[in-house]
């Protein structure tokens, strides 16, 4: 509605820095090298850029490992880049959000480093310090003060024979988590963040927000997780202590504690800051009271439901096949469930997800650019924010590869480590990396048909994916019909009609399993998408659409797509279409 604040209607794009454009010829993107880019993003229409990463670290994960949050990481570039950034994304009338990442520091953050001089330093109590388990030595396996299992495998404690405690981290040996429950570390955090909001960012994007808060017992301990079945063989001395660690008891105080601190008072230019949270593990529940407006928390958070709903037993080294009708459900859920209060974001992919065109759409040749538009189509006319990752916009696809020698990701590395010692073989384990691993993500940008894809001059830091000669985003630009601007005219619906922001969402058709269809309205405009995502063709009758299927064709896949007979739709593998009325 009017006077509603003006990232409603936004559309969010995501640069993952290392991988979008290299100035200098390190083989590694830089600043200078997305301030290059900014007409790209311009001509796509985006008007919000989220920024990885880009403060001093020492790198152990690609960035979200913090040493120094008001540096910038030589290999990134300088604070005057930043200034400059800033300036050419505001002149274009786009906007800043960079990445806070505050449930952990870099084990090299000053903050850290004197944390863990002594036991008497008075930084001790920044991060969560324990002593190893009684009856057992420090260091032993076992001697672990609960037996959580690291996201980067292994266990969430390390030993620190220096002063004979471990610590925790919940990712990365080198990313001890920072303790919330001190205030000062609090105050230190929205010191930090007043400061950037000063030099006119505007917003946060934050990295596993809902961790921040843990449970603590009475004693001061920890609790153990239970040991169950579902941990692959080699980690199952570990248990899942995410019960202890996610949307904590002091969640909700701490958000609204910095919301009043630093989120209330807005922008250096006056209007109000974006908010997203990134929170593993989120209810519908939780999202509803982090995201109502009246109880001044954050704007909107990621849920991880959708992207987990093709993980097998094993978790996301075990990707099933898509079964459609789950993935329209969750969504739909999530769409209804903030409708009334709330808000939320949209997103297929991003840096730690592999390329929707490959795991929910078809990247043959014969299909990836419609499955790209139609996958782009059913997620743009939701509620919600959307998000668009680095060369989802020309249907860039999963690399894949199939040696560990190839791959770069911590977290990948970690589970080849773990599971081959646990006994599992390199073809079964690489089976399970080849879909998901992030570096599926990663892979530089493809700019050109020119080599490294127009990357880098030097030796791209991960390889670039084979696929450039035919993706890549100057062929995009310059193809009417390509992904590109399918993008492009989809970011534009959402500007030009106020039914693609606010209206409300029905789903048509829940239980068919290659049509995702749904209904926006809004007064008296209803809004109708429908979309075959399958490599079938499909026919359907949507009941009650037949005055939406005659209305206007908003946008389409396929130009010469057949008409509409009543409320009869027949669709060609991969065809979407939608329609105003
Ligand atoms: O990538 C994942 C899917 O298995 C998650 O475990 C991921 O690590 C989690 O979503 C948190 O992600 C964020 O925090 C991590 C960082 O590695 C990710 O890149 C970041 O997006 C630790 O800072």
């Not at 913090?66 to 949050?69: A, E, G, K, Q």
């Not at 990712?171 to 080198?174: D, I, M, P, S």
């Given at each position: 509605g009017r006077g509603s604040p003006w990232w409603r209607s936004a559309v969010v794009y995501q640069v993952y820095p290392r991988s979008f454009a290299d100035s200098d010829g390190d083989g590694i993107g830089d600043l200078r090298g997305v301030i290059a880019k900014l007409d790209h993003l311009r001509s796509l229409g985006v008007d919000v850029v989220w920024l990885s990463p880009i403060f001093t670290s020492p790198q152990a994960d690609n960035g979200y490992d913090?040493?120094?949050?008001q540096g910038i990481d030589p290999t990134f570039g300088s604070l005057e880049d930043v200034d400059e950034l800033v300036a050419g994304l505001h002149s274009r009338g786009m906007r800043l959000v960079m990445d806070l990442v505050v449930n952990h520091t870099s084990d090299e953050h000053q903050w850290f480093v004197e944390s863990a001089a002594s036991k008497d330093s008075p930084k001790r109590d920044w991060y969560w310090w324990r002593p190893p388990r009684e009856g057992f030595v420090g260091g032993e396996r076992g001697a672990e003060p609960t037996n959580w299992h690291s996201f980067f495998s292994g266990s969430t404690w390390q030993w620190h024979p220096e002063t004979g405690e471990y610590y925790l981290h919940l990712?990365?040996?080198?990313q001890p988590d920072l303790n919330w429950e001190n205030p000062e570390v609090r105050q230190a955090v929205y010191a930090m963040m007043r400061w950037w909001v000063a030099r006119g960012v505007d917003g946060f994007r934050m990295d596993v927000i809902n961790l921040i808060s843990k449970v603590v017992c009475d004693d001061g301990a920890l609790p153990d997780g239970v040991v169950g079945t579902d941990l692959p063989a080699g980690v199952s001395r570990y248990a899942d202590g995410s019960p202890f660690y996610t949307n904590g008891p002091r969640l909700h105080e701490f958000l609204h504690e910095m919301h009043t601190e630093v989120l209330a008072h807005g922008a250096a230019s006056g209007d109000v800051l974006i908010t997203v949270g990134e929170m593993p593990g989120v209810t519908l529940e939780e999202a509803r009271k982090v995201t109502d407006p009246a109880r001044r928390e954050l704007d909107m958070v990621f849920t991880f439901e959708h992207v987990g709903i093709d993980h097998g037993p094993g978790g996301k080294w075990a990707l099933r096949p898509l079964h459609l009708p789950d993935l329209k459900a969750n969504l739909a859920r999530w769409q209804e469930g903030l409708m009334a209060v709330g808000w939320n974001s949209l997103y297929w992919n991003n840096h730690d997800q592999p390329r929707v065109v490959s795991r929910w759409g078809d990247d043959s040749a014969e299909h990836r650019v419609a499955s790209a538009k139609s996958l782009g189509t059913v997620l743009h006319l939701l509620r919600g924010t959307p998000y668009v990752y680095q060369g989802e916009e020309l249907g860039m696809t999963n690399v894949g590869w199939s040696q560990i020698g190839s791959y770069q990701d911590i977290e990948t590395l970690n589970y080849y480590s773990e599971s081959v010692s646990g006994g599992a073989s390199d073809g079964e384990v690489m089976a399970g990396i080849g879909p998901v691993s992030r570096d599926n993500a990663r892979t530089p940008m493809q700019w050109s048909d020119t080599p490294h894809a127009g990357f880098t001059t030097g030796t791209p830091w991960l390889a670039v994916n084979p696929n450039y000669p035919a993706v890549n985003a100057e062929a995009a630009v310059a193809d009417p019909d390509s992904v590109f601007h399918h993008y492009r005219r989809l970011i534009e619906l959402r500007h030009a009609h106020e039914v693609v922001v606010e209206g409300d969402f029905a789903l048509l058709l829940p239980d068919h399993e290659q049509v995702f269809a749904y209904t926006r309205s809004l007064g008296d405009e209803t809004l109708l998408m429908v979309a075959n995502l399958s490599s079938a063709p499909a026919v359907v009758d949507l009941p009650g659409q037949a005055a939406t299927v005659a209305g206007t064709l908003l946008i389409a896949t396929h130009a010469d797509g057949a008409p509409a007979d009543g409320e009869r739709v027949s669709l060609a593998p991969w065809e979407s279409r939608a329609y105003l009325a």
């Open positions: 913090i040493s120094d949050y990712f990365a040996r080198k």
